[in-house]
């Protein structure tokens, strides 16, 4: 019988905490700050899933919740060495996500505007979700320009594109559930 694993451990009460590969860092850092807004993103983009009607936006979203964990830990390993021995991103996963960017796009209309925030939770929720994974993105680029040893184009693509998939969620939802974009006009 496996033994059950402990919620706490105590060993980050003194506000450290570990890499994936055993180093020990104070939970300020620039690594740990950018794998904490991939798991930010990750948390709001389950919100956007619980609170969607359409299954097959369900699947999507659950396997890009899937993927954002695959490039979370890759964010938060301490080495190339101990990322190329975890699960990887694949082109495949940037693919799907531009497929699915494509596939909405054919029923929305073209965009004239910037699209504002609002008009019904899941699109405030889809925008929400969006900037967390952008802001994602610039810390890791951040982690990145520090590190460059760390860098993996993988995961600056995933998340790039992730941030358009969100964009065009949004618009798709607005489309589907008859709620007309907000946009914004110029003062």
């Known amino acids: 019988m496996s033994s059950k694993f402990k919620i706490y451990t105590r060993s980050g009460d003194q506000g450290m905490t570990s890499l994936i590969g055993g180093k020990r860092v104070t939970k300020a850092d620039l ?19 619980d609170m969607i009607d359409m299954q097959d936006i369900k699947e999507e979203l659950t396997q890009i919740i899937v993927n954002m964990f695959v490039a979370e830990s890759l964010v938060a390993a301490v080495s190339t060495d101990a990322a190329l021995r ?49 802001r994602a993105e610039r810390d890791v680029l951040r982690l990145w320009n520090l590190q460059p040893d760390l860098y993996n184009p993988l995961v600056e693509k995933f998340l790039n594109r992730l941030s358009d998939y969100l964009f065009t969620l949004s618009r798709f939802c607005s489309v589907k559930m008859n709620i007309p974009e907000v946009l914004w006009v110029s003062k």
């Open 86 to 134: 975890m699960p990887q991103l694949v082109e495949k996963d940037i693919d799907i996500l531009e497929k699915a960017i494509d596939r909405m796009d054919e029923d929305l209309p073209a965009l004239t505007a910037f699209v504002l925030p609002g008009g019904h939770p899941i699109n405030s929720y889809c925008h929400i979700a969006r900037t967390v994974c952008r």
């Open 31 to 49: 690594q740990v700050e950018a794998y904490g807004s991939i798991d930010e993103a990750k948390s709001y983009i389950a919100l956007l899933m």
